[in-house]
């Protein structure tokens, strides 16, 4: 019977050419799935790299807005820098306490019987402190590159700063008097650091009086108030 079955009358080319065919048929489904899938995964990747590019040059968009927006800061904040500069050095050149204000002010704040003989007024400029430079934030490397070969900018000199003192020399006729002058120059607000120096008896025009020398510093922070005629400074008493 097995042999029965494995007989075949159909002529063995007939076969071959069968089992050829299926083969191709199967082969070509398979290209054709094939091609059909890289196809399909092309088109995918085409599109997620448009979306990436897309997405690319919204980002460089952004980026040089922000990177035009940071250079606007910066020139504003060159320009304010400049203002605040230039400010600084006509603040310097402005004399905070005239010196006729500040001669009215301490003959105002005299009590009664006392004179002022001498005033000498000494003006000494502050050592000016090294001017740090300024800190930037790092930037990439390429950029640091470009900035390296840029020379730095010196600092701005700060404007000068002076110390004013000040030497009164004066007569009066007792002590007492000389301690008021000085508690009335020490309550003053433009007034610092005010000092006798001494306080000795001599005669002046056949009687005797004392003459004294009193040190002080002019306050660099205040400035000079019109003078009230009655007696003191505005702000003294």
Do not use: C
Not at 95 to 104: A, C, F, G, V, Y
Not at 221 to 234: F, I, V, Y
């Amino acid at each position: 019977m097995s042999h029965f079955n494995d007989l075949s009358f159909l002529p063995e080319d007939y076969l071959a050419t069968r089992r050829a065919r299926r083969a191709n048929r199967l082969f070509s489904a398979l290209l054709a799935i094939t091609i059909v899938a890289v196809s399909a995964a092309y088109i995918v990747a085409d599109a997620s790299v448009l979306a990436l590019r897309t997405e690319h040059r919204d980002v460089m968009r952004a980026y040089q807005q922000e990177s035009l927006r940071l250079k606007q800061l910066d020139e504003l904040r060159k320009q304010h820098d400049q203002i605040a500069y230039r400010a600084r050095l006509a603040e310097a050149l402005v004399e905070k306490n005239p010196r006729s204000e500040l001669l009215t002010g301490l003959t105002d704040l005299l009590p009664p019987g006392t004179a002022l003989l001498e005033l000498n007024l000494e003006s000494k400029a502050r050592p000016r402190t090294p001017a740090k430079p300024e800190t930037t934030t790092k930037a990439p490397a390429a950029s640091s590159k470009k900035k390296a070969k840029q020379p730095a900018e010196p600092p701005k000199p700060e404007p000068l700063i002076y110390d004013q003192s000040i030497k009164l020399v004066g007569i009066a006729y007792t002590d007492l008097q000389v301690a008021r002058y000085m508690d009335a120059l020490k309550r003053h607000p433009q007034l610092n650091d005010v000092d006798l120096i001494l306080s000795r008896q001599f005669e002046y025009q056949d009687e005797p009086v004392r003459r004294f020398e009193i040190s002080l510093r002019l306050n660099d922070r205040a400035r000079a108030q019109p003078s009230d005629r009655n007696g003191t400074l505005a702000g003294g008493n």
